[in-house]
């Protein structure tokens, strides 16, 4: 309840009624979710009772490469600058929750991490997301990473046009996930240099059948898009194209790991570099890709 007309930006799932599945949600077709008060579950170590008494949502095992994942109704954030997602979350053992936003209409609903959390405890934790106005239907997901000796559950999901109070963690400044997966092809924030469209994104194939068997690396080939620089004629080998991440802040006491997937021999690869922040001038850096 909340004070204003009612908006199809806003949703409630608690997991209570039936069917389980909220109105409008969607999960993953491969590894599911199942819908219980937590008293008949045969899953060790998660919780027995719901946070607010009904049902809740507990992930699924990972089935080939797949792993558990809720995805809501499309939804127009328009009515505020600013809105919250608020939500109920359970982990236990080693396991990691996404919260994920989905903009369009996205193949396999590939998505963009928005934060995530990760720190087990013995109780159900509250998670506060805040998310700014888009002009385009959005959708929102949580995606479950986990093994088979961890737990995660979520419950008592609900989406309002207004800022959080105290939220858990805004969209985190210092990390990104670009996949390229958007329908606008360039991840938000990131840029090329030169611009002058020689970094193009495809899903699959790439033209003249330079590389036919080249797929995106994630997985198995689900479906998502990957960047790439075509050929051309009169490009000379002084040149050169930069993928330009956002501008990010860097924690002065921290190192961070920056992965990406490269094509090498005609296969992917994923690479992983250590960044020292006194490497980086005034703690503040945009990350470049450059071909």
Same mark, same amino acid.
């Given at each position: 309840? +909340?004070?204003? @007309?009612?908006?199809?930006?806003?949703?409630?799932?608690?997991?209570?009624?039936?069917?389980?599945?909220?109105?409008?949600?969607?999960?993953?077709?491969?590894?599911?979710?199942?819908?219980?008060?937590?008293?008949?579950t045969t899953q060790v170590g998660a919780p027995t009772t719901d946070h607010s008494g009904g049902k809740y949502a507990?992930?699924?095992?990972?089935?080939?490469?797949?792993v558990p994942l809720l995805v809501s109704p499309g939804i127009v954030l328009n009515e505020s600058d600013t809105y $919250?997602?608020?939500?109920?979350?359970?982990?236990?053992?080693?396991? !990691?929750?996404?919260?994920?936003?989905?903009?369009?209409?996205?193949?396999?609903?590939?998505?963009?991490?928005?934060?995530?959390?990760?720190?087990?405890?013995?109780?159900?934790?509250?998670?506060?997301?805040?998310?700014?106005?888009?002009?385009?239907?959005?959708?929102?997901?949580?995606?479950?990473t986990r093994n088979n000796q961890s737990i995660i559950a979520v419950d008592d999901i609900t989406m309002q046009p207004?800022? $959080?109070?105290?939220?858990?963690?805004?969209?985190?400044?210092?990390?990104?996930? $670009?996949?390229?997966?958007?329908?606008?092809?360039?991840?938000?924030?990131? @840029?090329?240099?030169?611009?002058?469209?020689?970094?193009?994104?495809?899903?699959?194939?790439?033209?003249?059948?330079?590389?036919?068997?080249?797929?995106?690396?994630?997985?198995?080939?689900?479906?998502?898009?990957?960047?790439?620089?075509?050929?051309?004629?009169?490009?000379?080998?002084?040149? @050169?194209?930069?993928?330009?991440?956002?501008?990010?802040?860097?924690?002065?006491?921290?190192? +961070? $790991?920056?992965?990406?997937?490269?094509?090498?021999?005609?296969?992917?690869?994923?690479?992983? +570099?250590?960044?020292?922040? +006194?490497?980086?001038?005034?703690?503040?850096?945009?990350?470049?890709? !450059?071909?």
């Amino acid at each position: 309840m +909340y004070q204003g @007309s009612c908006s199809t930006s806003v949703f409630n799932c608690t997991f209570d009624e039936s069917p389980t599945l909220c109105q409008g949600w969607l999960e993953s077709s491969f590894s599911r979710w199942s819908y219980t008060d937590g008293a008949n579950t045969t899953q060790v170590g998660a919780p027995t009772t719901d946070h607010s008494g009904g049902k809740y949502a507990l992930a699924g095992d990972n089935v080939a490469g797949f792993v558990p994942l809720l995805v809501s109704p499309g939804i127009v954030l328009n009515e505020s600058d600013t809105y $919250c997602l608020d939500f109920w979350f359970y982990i236990s053992g080693t396991a !990691r929750l996404d919260v994920v936003y989905l903009e369009g209409e996205l193949i396999n609903y590939k998505n963009e991490v928005l934060t995530w959390f990760n720190t087990p405890a013995t109780k159900w934790q509250h998670g506060k997301v805040e998310i700014k106005r888009t002009e385009y239907p959005i959708k929102v997901g949580f995606q479950a990473t986990r093994n088979n000796q961890s737990i995660i559950a979520v419950d008592d999901i609900t989406m309002q046009p207004t800022s $959080c109070q105290n939220p858990t963690l805004h969209v985190p400044a210092d990390q990104f996930s $670009c996949k390229f997966d958007i329908t606008s092809s360039f991840c938000k924030g990131w @840029s090329q240099e030169p611009g002058n469209k020689m970094l193009l994104f495809s899903q699959g194939v790439l033209p003249n059948n330079r590389l036919p068997n080249l797929v995106k690396h994630e997985h198995s080939d689900n479906g998502g898009r990957y960047a790439y620089v075509p050929e051309l004629t009169d490009f000379q080998a002084s040149n @050169s194209v930069q993928l330009v991440s956002p501008i990010v802040t860097l924690n002065t006491t921290a190192i +961070y $790991c920056l992965t990406a997937a490269f094509l090498n021999n005609g296969g992917w690869s994923r690479e992983r +570099y250590e960044v020292n922040i +006194y490497q980086v001038k005034n703690n503040i850096t945009s990350v470049i890709l !450059r071909s």
